[in-house]
């Protein structure tokens, strides 16, 4: 997968690409990354890249000029069209089924907006989706696209060793995960649930199922909801053909 990042703050990125995930993923040839510093496309003088808003109103908005040529540089001599996404909180919700929606696609381009946003030419003219990580607002597109980018990562095969692991996590199956324990067995008093001791599987994958309903029924209502749903359909198609 190859991913180019426009930014004005391309060393928020550094910490990010430089540990863990994302620099095996690249080290593994998995993900090709580019993080451009947007300024080197501003044309004039004092490279500004954002102005006043037509209309009025307080806050700064990013110019189209740099953005449209820089997307279209990005754009020169590749073998498929990439799929540009501009973060803001008036997009589309980032979640699991939308990454598994894109997770297959070859080349992206990330917009990083900063101040009020860009302008609005920009997002008819050069973006293809318009995303949000939540009902908040952020200074910037930077953390927005560094949640998409960790999110797309684990799910290019051979980036997370074991597969498993990422497939049966929170969301996966539409249940939050559970608790989870590791080594020692009692810590201050505190002592590791007896069933995962046991050795029985079966037992562990029940206790583990009761755990992750506990979870999502109390933090995620809306999840649960959508799960008991899911359930009752699989329940009754069961029935039908049976
Ligand atoms: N930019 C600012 N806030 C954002 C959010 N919640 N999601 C995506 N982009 C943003």
Request: glycine fraction near 8%.
């Amino acid at each position: 997968m190859r991913v180019d990042v426009l930014t004005l703050f391309p060393g928020l990125f550094d910490g990010f690409i430089k540990d863990a995930l994302i620099k095996r993923a690249c080290q593994k040839g998995l993900l090709n990354l580019h993080i451009w510093h947007l300024r080197s496309w501003a044309r004039s003088r004092h490279q500004q890249v954002d102005d006043y808003q037509f209309g009025g109103g307080p806050g700064m908005v990013l110019k189209p000029e740099p953005l449209f040529q820089a997307v279209d540089d990005l754009l020169q001599n590749r073998d498929a069209k990439p799929v540009t996404v501009y973060f803001a909180p008036s997009g589309e919700l980032l979640d699991q089924d939308l990454l598994e929606e894109l997770k297959d696609i070859d080349q992206f381009i990330f917009i990083c907006g900063r101040y009020k946003g860009v302008d609005q030419r920009v997002i008819d003219e050069k973006v293809d989706r318009l995303v949000s990580i939540g009902d908040y607002v952020l200074s910037g597109g930077e953390l927005p696209a560094m949640v998409m980018l960790e999110g797309l990562t684990r799910l290019i095969p051979g980036v997370i060793n074991d597969l498993d692991s990422a497939r049966s996590d929170s969301f996966q199956a539409s249940l939050l995960e559970g608790p989870l324990y590791t080594r020692p067995e009692e810590f201050m008093d505190l002592k590791v649930p007896e069933v995962l001791l046991s050795g029985n599987h079966k037992s562990i994958a029940d206790w583990r199922k009761e755990k992750a309903m506990e979870v999502t029924r109390r933090n995620r209502p809306d999840l649960w909801k959508r799960y008991i749903e899911a359930d009752k359909t699989i329940k009754r198609d069961k029935n039908k053909e049976g």
